[in-house]
């Protein structure tokens, strides 16, 4: 190798040491290694308004997923993400049983909300943090549509106590009209707003 080979080799070298710094990923012969949410640190929430007055705000509270995701490469092979429709919850009795029916998430016909995942756009940011756009399919209701998610990797490193495994911190927003699933309650009278602004947060390992 001569030194006009030899340079940019070791540049792009020193810039997979940079990377892997930044995220915390461990060494740079790291492969693709399946990561499962912690359902003790998994978050989602979701935003909507009514009747033009305040937006009503409520969690999921059941929700599973895994992902195989190399860091060294930052390549997304596949994910998926379960959550239980009946497990909504916006600290109202009635307004919950209402969104559980068939006016709503049908969870009786439909008790399972699924995301698949199906590509990552990594981002770099100037401070070294990573970011993306999560490219995926949803099924809501019986049917199936493309969505987009806004992705930050938080924290990428060997959890501090109890399983003391590596582990990925996550947080990933997003909005979609719900009536492109056939919810369309209230949106004509303008009851219930048509977009739905939903926000994950989650710890996974890796297995």
């Known amino acids: 190798m001569n030194a006009r080979t030899a340079f940019p080799a070791l540049r792009r070298v020193l810039a997979a040491g940079a990377f892997l710094a930044a995220v915390g990923a461990g060494p740079a012969w790291a492969e693709p290694r399946t990561y499962t949410i912690d359902p003790d640190h998994f978050s989602i929430a979701f935003q909507v308004e009514h009747l033009g007055y305040a937006d009503v705000i409520g969690m999921f509270l059941k929700g599973s997923g895994s992902f195989v995701y190399d860091e060294a490469t930052r390549t997304l092979s596949s994910g998926r993400v379960v959550v239980a429709a009946d497990s909504v919850f916006s600290n109202h009795k009635a ?72 582990t990925l911190g996550i ?21 219930v707003g048509d977009e739905v602004l939903l926000s994950f947060e989650l710890e996974a390992t890796r297995d």
């Open 95 to 166: 307004r919950d049983r209402h969104v559980r029916d068939s006016d709503f998430l049908d969870a009786d016909r439909h008790p399972e909300i699924v995301f698949e995942a199906t590509a990552f756009e990594p981002v770099m940011e100037n401070d070294g943090r990573l970011d993306g756009r999560l490219s995926g399919k949803l099924t809501l209701l019986g049917q199936t549509h493309p969505v987009t998610l806004e992705v930050s990797l938080n924290k990428a490193a060997t959890y501090p106590f109890g399983h003391r495994k590596h």
């Open 171 to 191: 947080s990933a927003r997003t909005s979609l009209l719900r009536s492109q699933w056939g919810m369309s309650y209230g949106v004509d009278r303008g009851m």
